[in-house]
């Protein structure tokens, strides 16, 4: 049972950055794809970015784009979520989640989500 665990949410001023942690255990993750999505309130869960584990290729949503970083360490079944220039419209609950296969950016698409993290952005 592939499992998702997030780390690193709170509260940070407008300008600031974070670092979020998705641990992954449970399964083979050589053919998956990591993705982070979030989900402010009232709104829908939104793609943010995606990488996939074997080769680290990535994708990013245009609103974050040149200001976060997705990562993954193979050795520790982890994936990476670094956020720099945060903006309040940034303030969200932020999701890790994993599927099989192509890179994806609608959550349905995913098969495996975290419990979220959230993020709070003070302006």
């Known amino acids: 049972q592939v499992q998702l665990v997030e780390s690193g949410g709170g509260l940070v001023q407008a300008g600031g950055s974070l670092r979020l942690s998705c641990a992954a255990s449970?399964?083979?993750?050589?053919?998956?794809?990591m993705g982070w999505f979030r989900q402010a309130p009232g709104k829908e869960r939104e793609f943010a970015a995606a990488?996939?584990?074997?080769?680290?290729?990535?994708n990013y949503a245009d609103s974050v784009k040149g200001r976060f970083t997705i990562s993954r360490d193979n050795a520790k079944n982890t994936v990476y979520l670094q956020m720099d220039s945060l903006k309040p419209e940034d303030t969200a609950v932020y999701y890790c989640?994993?599927?099989?296969?192509?890179?994806?950016?609608?959550?349905?698409?995913?098969?495996?989500w975290g419990q979220g993290t959230q993020v709070t952005v003070s302006s």
């Open positions: 990488i996939t584990w074997s080769y680290g290729n990535t």
């Open positions: 449970g399964g083979i993750f050589s053919a998956y794809v």
């Open positions: 989640a994993a599927k099989r296969g192509a890179v994806a950016v609608t959550a349905p698409s995913y098969n495996y």
